[in-house]
């Protein structure tokens, strides 16, 4: 089986969250089981290029690709994922990828992706390698399964490709006005009212992956559940109930080479089930480099997150002072929206000895976070799946979640299994989106760390968890036989 991956994120050259490291694990893992997996991106100017060696893709050459009436001449360089022989594309073309983020909001950015979509489908004619399926994850990659339906369909070469449609955040459709349909040189009889595109007078990318997919997914059962929802299906549960027999729910997995406590080459420290007592070390060690007071048997709590609602901040906000009373310390890194930078930052002013906050991304710091921390907090209002949750299983660090999505499908809460006779929690887990649901957990994780046996517990239970890739994937095998019977029938 062949599989071509096209994403705007692949770990390690171009990550903002966990697109990235789903994009940067599942293709090694497919390779490793034997399917024949090339992957596409991008080429950012942010992509640091002396840590990465990219030869040019002669067999590809120059390939002219119009979008919005202007021909661009794209380039393709070519490398393999780090520790893999997987194939890596990056797109080419510096009039839209010279910028300074992965994602802007300047006028074009509905053309930087349209460009990636037909960079995937222009590059795979030249280099004549043909997929078995195209495998396209959130909006950026959208247009591809309607243009292999459609633009791209005169092309024999594209007869028996299929497409996979991954949402990986429903709350991020690529809506554009009209006009982009034009840009796109998609056909305008495509367009009405309530069409395949459509949303609200607007051109959804994501709708038309969705409704031109020959399968879809999402990446955790409840969250696959949760968006056929009004609640949480933002407008496209409709789109998801249409689609239902086509629709599955994929947890993702983690790449334990690179999120090892035992290897984790950003730690000063490593620890195993066997020794533990680097992630002490690691604790010290993180407190001491943000000036914060080494306290014995007090809790550090750690957060690593994009500084959004999503992910619960408006709650945190709400319940910030009553936290705040809390006898615990706190590291916080994450960038995000104005107002959750600014609080953080003026609670680290507050409360020097008590909280730390680093507002801006560094890959070294969420690693020594998890690490450190004894307890992980994530109170999302919605998560897709979440990975760094079932990171800080992995290193010892309790999660304190809202029982929501992912988060439902990945740790168990405590008390809760206790009381049913099962000592197999990992975490502690709240429903309400409230600040007191929010507190009340905090506060109840707290206690149980003083419990030094119940604690132990807890930490074993989560650490011997083991989320790899290696079911997920097969799982993906089955999707994609799935979506190869509805296009081949
Ligand atoms: P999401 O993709 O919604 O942001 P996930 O939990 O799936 O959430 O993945 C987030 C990923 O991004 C994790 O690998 C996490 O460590 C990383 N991350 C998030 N914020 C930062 C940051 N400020 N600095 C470094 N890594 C970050
Ligand atoms: C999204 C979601 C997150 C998920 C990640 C990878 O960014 O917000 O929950 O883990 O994609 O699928």
Redesign the pocket.
Known sequence: MRIAFASAEVFPYAKT???G??LGALPKVLKRQGVDVKVFLPKYATIDHSKYELDYCYPIGQMPIRVAGQVHNVNVFHSTLPDSDVDVYFLDCPHFYNRSSIYTNDRDEDERFIMLCKGVLESLQRLQWKPDIIHCNDWQTGLIPLYLKDNYSWDRFFDNVASVMTI??IAYQGRFSKNTVEKAEIRPELFYQNSALEVWGNISFLKAGLMYADAINT?SYTYAHEITTSEFGAGLEGVLRHRINDFWGIL?GVDYHVWNPATDKHLPFHFSLSDMSGKEANKKFLLESVHLPYRENVPLIGIVSRMVS?KGFDLLARGINELMQLDVQWVILGTGEDEFEDLFRSLSYVYPQKVFSYIGFNTELSHLIEAAADIFLMPSYY?????NQIYSLKYGTVPVVRKT??LADTVKDWHELYYSGNYDGTGFTFNDYTPYALVSTVRRAVEAYYDKDLWNKIVLNGMLKDFSWENSARTYKELYNHALKNKRG
Do not use: A, I, M
């Not at 998560?383 to 990975?387: A, D, F, K, Q, Y």
């Open positions: 969250g966990g697109l490291d789903v990986h955040n990446v993702n999503q998560e897709p799946c979440g990975l999505g992912g």
